[in-house]
């Protein structure tokens, strides 16, 4: 199966910032649906933000501070995140859907994942 590519993660103080990137290969990435999911050590995957024909979707916990962006001329997608805190510590998954879905089950492709973590 296809997987997605992501890069972008590192150690950072609370209040950084850090992008992560994404890159979909071997598909019509315009037609897809993008998304960011987040996991915490020993929790589940949660929805962080996506993109798609609709416009872009955040959770609560990183409305005003993430920013999800996309380029179809180059089949990426981008994650942006300011000021951020020691609760986004965990691992940050790029996945692709023809339906941005808020369950992350129903998502069908997926990245390695990306770790980040924020100290304090």
């Known amino acids: 199966q296809v997987r997605l590519v992501e890069s972008g993660g590192g150690s950072v103080q609370a209040g950084a910032s850090l992008r992560l990137s994404c890159t979909f290969p071997?598909?019509?990435?315009?037609?897809?649906?993008m998304g960011w999911f987040h996991q915490a050590p020993g929790k589940e995957r949660q929805f962080v933000a996506a993109?798609?024909?609709?416009?872009?979707n955040y959770a609560d916990s990183v409305k005003g501070r993430f920013t999800i962006s996309r380029d179809n001329t180059k089949g990426m997608v981008y994650l942006q995140m300011n000021n951020l805190k020691p609760e986004d510590t965990g691992v940050y998954y790029c996945?692709?859907?023809?339906?941005?879905?808020?369950?992350?089950?129903?998502?069908?492709?997926w990245g390695q994942g990306t770790q980040v973590t924020v100290s304090s």
């Open positions: 996945s692709a859907s023809p339906i941005p879905y808020s369950e992350p089950r129903k998502w069908g492709y």
């Open positions: 993109i798609g024909r609709n416009g872009e």
């Open positions: 071997g598909r019509t990435f315009s037609s897809f649906a």
